[in-house]
């Protein structure tokens, strides 16, 4: 399915508008969305019971070690809700990330605390994590930067050394491993992202991973309101089951609805990676004159799960800056991201926490200097092929070569 926006007024020639992170929705998840709207079940039910059941395997994970709900942002709350963090404990975690990571652990009542990226990986520092460490510190909450796995072996290690929960942040890190191991099975959680530019795509949607059964078991019940477990049953055809609410929970449930899609996303999750990987090698191969910099070579042992493809503007070479270059784009008729403008280049941030964004460079200059190009497995050859047209003549353009 090719998603055609609306154009700008001046994009050159009759081509659609690219839309950066459109979504590949196949017949299939049509066709289940249908079927689920005609069983008249659209809250948490079955869908979502073989989605769960499907995830966990893909994971390698048990089914009870999972737990669906409806973002990411809900599945890194509750896990730290359940992690059990006495109020105002500080959490470690990466300035380039998207505003949610960072949201909530404020929601959770703890404190966020930065660690600057390794400008390379774009990844948090595990040097960076044990300077910023101080007797307050309970979490850390890595991120895996357009799918790159971080320093997993080192970020392990401080949180044993420390006494630490590890939270991951894989809303780009559905098919990420780091050494012949799945992300969001390293730490106490994994938290995932099913959001319409995500790898799966349920529209809105979350998933929890769990180490711990008692903490997994915790996260799925606050996230129904807090009613415990059987509650999650009590939709059933079973008969009527009084449910008992032992702690203010929260909304974070997922629907069939959502599942119906999900189901179907995950199936064709190695096809959209495969295809992903041969538009990042075209990417790859078309760019190596351009004044940028180019995402790293994977580590050894490692899968990045290729969420997205950024450059960096190489800036004495350039004679255009970043955000002249998104204008460019947008008039050419594609549409670009920026991940991310650094979290104290924020006004909420930086006054609460009186941070400012040169406190961490590395992550300062990536918000600043990169941009994201489309990467959706729907885009068609010739769609690849109009990227790397228009990005290298608006470069080549600005550096006067
Ligand atoms: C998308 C994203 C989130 C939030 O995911 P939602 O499902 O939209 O809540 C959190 N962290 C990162 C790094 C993201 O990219």
Redesign the pocket.
């Known amino acids: 399915m090719k998603p055609s926006g609306k154009k700008p007024e001046s994009s050159q020639g009759n081509d659609p508008y690219i839309v950066f992170g459109a979504p590949d929705i196949g017949e299939e998840e049509i066709a289940e969305v249908e079927a689920c709207l005609r069983s008249g079940w659209l809250g948490t039910g079955p869908r979502v019971a073989r989605f769960e059941r499907d995830f966990a395997a893909y994971k390698g994970v048990r089914s009870d070690q999972v737990a669906a709900v409806n973002?990411?942002?809900?599945?890194?709350h509750v896990s730290m809700v359940a992690a059990g963090l006495e109020p105002g404990s500080e959490v470690i975690t990466t300035p380039l990330?998207?505003c949610?990571?960072v949201n909530?652990i404020i929601h959770a009542g703890l404190t966020p605390v930065l660690a600057d990226i390794d400008p390379v990986t774009m990844n948090i520092d595990p040097a960076a994590i044990e300077d910023a460490i101080t007797p307050r510190t309970r979490a850390i909450l890595p991120?895996h930067?357009a799918g790159r796995p971080c320093d997993m072996d080192a970020i392990m290690a401080i949180a044993k050394k420390y006494d630490l929960v590890v939270i991951e942040?894989c809303?780009?890190a559905i098919e990420t491993e780091y050494h012949g191991r799945k992300a969001g099975t390293f730490g106490d959680f994994g938290?995932f992202?099913?959001?319409a530019?995500?790898n799966v795509v349920t529209g809105?949607?979350?998933m929890i991973i769990g180490r711990e059964q008692s903490r997994i078991d915790r996260a799925r019940m606050l996230a129904l309101h807090g009613m415990s477990k059987d509650a999650w049953h009590r939709f059933g055809d079973q008969g009527y089951k009084h449910y008992q609410v032992v702690e203010a929970g929260f909304k974070y449930n997922m629907m069939d609805i959502q599942a119906a899609l999900g189901i179907h996303q995950l199936a064709r999750l190695e096809d959209n990676h495969l295809r992903r990987k041969q538009i990042w090698d075209r990417y790859m191969e078309a760019f190596t004159e351009l004044p940028v910099s180019l995402p790293a070579a994977p580590a050894p042992d490692t899968r990045p799960a290729l969420h997205l493809f950024t450059l960096q503007l190489k800036e004495s070479l350039c004679g255009i800056g970043r955000d002249a270059l998104i204008n460019a784009m947008y008039e050419h008729g594609i549409g670009t991201g920026v991940?991310y403008l650094s979290i104290p280049e924020h006004p909420y941030y930086s006054d609460r926490f009186s941070w400012e964004p040169k406190q961490w460079p590395n992550a300062m200059l990536a918000g600043r200097l990169t941009v994201s190009l489309p990467l959706s497995a729907g885009l068609s050859d010739a769609e690849v092929a109009r990227v790397i047209t228009s990005t290298s003549s608006i470069l080549k353009r600005g550096s006067g070569s």
């Open positions: 973002s990411c942002t809900a599945a890194l990330t998207f949610a990571t909530a991120v930067f942040d809303a780009h938290c992202s099913f959001y530019t995500k809105e949607g979350g991940h």
